[in-house]
């Protein structure tokens, strides 16, 4: 019989960290939570046909660590429980954050630097925003290439903030021990 210790050694020789470990659940849940206190502090601004939801600056974390996927898309579908378009966006929002997160960390691994990396989220994410767009188009008849163009532009402006903010952390400490940290 395999015990624990075996169980985990064997899963790290395969490159197969459990994601249920009580360190990557505690990181998981800091980043639910972070992004669900992010978006409803700025409500309004986090729905609607105008969206400048700065919690989406933790659409970068995928690019660390699978981990982030999961808990982005928890934090967004949590935080769309207060969505004027209730479980609909719930749905909508956290199957098109998964795929879109789950993109950008296989794409994150084919890239060799970091600046990329960092570069190819905002892009992968402003694209994505017709998932939205389409939502609110069918719901509230929405012009669907104009909710596109603005709600990209919320997202771009949204991971910009983001980027920035990563910018100047990079420019005050190591980020080799935040990135560290991170995985």
Known sequence: MINKQETSAISKELGQESLLTTRNLSKMAMIIALYVVLTLLISPLSYGMIQIRLAEMFNFLAIYHRRYIGAVTLGVALANLSSPLGMV????????TFIVLTIIYFVSQKLTTDRQKLLCVPIICSLSMFTVAGELHLLLAAPFWLSWV???????????????????????TDMTRIKKMLQ
């Not at 966006?89 to 098109?96: A, L, M, P, R, Y």
């Not at 980027?163 to 100047?168: G, P, T």
């Open 89 to 96: 966006d719930v749905i909508v929002g956290s199957v098109s």
């Open 150 to 172: 603005t709600i990209g532009v919320g997202e771009f402006i949204s991971l910009t903030i983001g980027l920035v903010i990563i910018w100047l952390m990079s420019r005050m």
